[in-house]
């Protein structure tokens, strides 16, 4: 979304939403955080800008229930980082996750129809 002049506007994402883009970013292979963020902010156009304060907890979470699987490694700027990627379970919950954002954008276009009289 824009606001008036072009400049992005910023969008709350809902709950779950962020697991759903961290999964689709790691699709394209193992990232480290800050990177999962920046491509997220990129493919965004600027409009999804995700903190540290929440994308870390977001990828121990998705760690924890076996989705992602991290190992450290050397960065593009040579310090250590640890790198996530998907695991076999984090790709089926990818498909699901995407079923289920694509049934919820149906449900939101349908009940934002107009109501004709």
């Known amino acids: 979304m824009r606001k008036h002049g072009g400049a992005p506007t910023r969008i709350d994402l ?3 939403t962020l697991d759903l883009l961290i999964l689709q970013t790691l699709q394209w292979g193992p990232q480290h955080g800050h ?8 493919s ?4 999804l800008q995700i903190e540290h304060g929440s994308i870390y907890p ?8 076996c989705w992602l699987a991290s190992e ?3 960065s593009e700027a040579n310090r250590p980082a ?3 990627k998907l695991t076999p379970k984090g790709k089926k919950q990818l498909l699901a996750e ?3 954002w694509k049934q919820l954008v149906r449900v939101i276009a349908r009940t934002a ?4 009289d």
């Open 14 to 16: 809902l709950q779950g």
């Open 35 to 42: 990177g999962i963020g920046q491509a997220i902010r990129i």
């Open 44 to 47: 965004s156009n600027d409009v």
């Open 58 to 65: 977001a990828l121990h979470r998705l760690e924890s229930r």
């Open 72 to 74: 450290w490694k050397t």
């Open 82 to 84: 640890k790198y996530y």
């Open 98 to 100: 995407q079923s289920k």
């Open 113 to 116: 129809r107009p109501i004709e």
